[in-house]
């Protein structure tokens, strides 16, 4: 059944009338509806992380910065999107607003964190839509819902409005049908935060012209894709922490690590289309330190979302997760700060890894997901038999 949803419209600027602007398009993205994740700022409406609660403890004063720039290019809010509690899932499911379902087949679940902007992209309700994404929720479920989603480098966009506003991973990144949309709703959200632009510098954007069919044949003539298809072989740790790889190893290949094989040829058909119709050169590249990457990661967006919850979770109000938050903000809660240090330092190494590697090939090709959008259990178990 179809929920109540809440319409957040706008209405013209005041500075449209004075300008004189009233009728004329105040960009590309004039009139367009777009629907914004449950846990991105848009004033006066709540945002509730996926909670039924969280509105009491946090309170919007005014619109993130994305959103605030978005409204200055005409775009109509439509509503906020459900999400998984606090982000703190890949499938979607949600027991306080009920799951958000898969457009293709209600019987599957849409992916997370960002499952609601995904799914009403991918239905046809709006034409764009924003998510957030520190590990793939916005990615995710784009993907699971056949729509395009971006994960931004961190620092092109600014983050603040955003529930884990004060982080190293987490960004806003635009959802849309296209990604000629995406680069549309990029473009009018770029920009980075005064703070970022200290500590970051980045370098100035580079978008293609969308109205030039040479350029886009001409960049993508000369694009080379980095494709990694080498076996890793990941030890077990033996009882006495000591690694052993006999028979004993986990063997990975990056690009063709899927759980549906329909996944990596579909994959390589497209690297195939690209190489022959715009001569595009596929790279065999190596990226050392995966699995330690993870781990990296891991403990590194971990302990972030622990110390943006932690301050509101007084009063028990921790008592009030669902059982991924909790099962998640126990794990956190392991880390040490020697454990989050070392993680810096790794990544550190890695960034090091990927500028070697993209001295020889413009972009890393691999599969968005491993597997086809999968079967909400907890929906097919409740069916009368």
Known sequence: MWKKVYILLSSVPVDAFLHG??????????????????????????????????????????DAVCVSRLR??????????????FGQGTTGNNPNNGTTRNPHNAERYTGGSSSGPAAIVASGICSAAL?????????????????????TTFGR???????????????????????????????????????????????????????????????????????????IIIPYPSN??????????????????VFSPDISTKCEDILNLLSQTYGCKVVEVTIPELHQTRTSHLVSIGSEALAALTPHCQSGNDKKFTLDTRTNLALFRSFTASDYVAAQRLRRRVMYYHMEIFKTVDVIVTPTTGYVDTLDYSRILALPL
């Open 21 to 62: 602007c009233v009728g004329k398009p105040l960009s590309a993205l004039d009139g367009i509806f777009m629907a914004i994740k449950d846990d991105i700022d848009c004033y006066p409406h709540p945002s509730k992380g996926g909670t039924t609660w969280f509105h009491e403890v946090r309170t919007v004063d005014k």
């Open 72 to 85: 200055s290019c005409g775009v109509i809010f439509v509503g906020k999107a459900n999400m998984h509690e």
């Open 131 to 151: 998510g957030t994404d520190g590990g793939g929720s916005v990615r995710i479920p784009s993907s699971l819902c056949g729509v395009v989603g971006l994960k």
């Open 157 to 231: 966009t600014d983050i603040k409005g955003a529930l884990y506003d004060g982080g190293t991973l987490e960004i806003i990144g635009p959802i849309a049908s296209s990604v000629e949309d995406i680069m549309l709703v990029y473009a009018a959200i770029l920009g980075a935060s005064p703070a970022d632009k200290l500590s970051l510098s980045p370098s100035i954007p580079c978008l293609p012209n969308l109205s030039s069919h040479h350029e886009e044949s001409s960049i993508l003539g000369s694009m080379r894709l980095g494709k990694y298809t080498e076996v």
């Open 240 to 257: 006495s922490g000591l690694c052993i790889y006999r028979s004993l190893y986990y063997c990975l290949q990056w690009f063709n690590d």
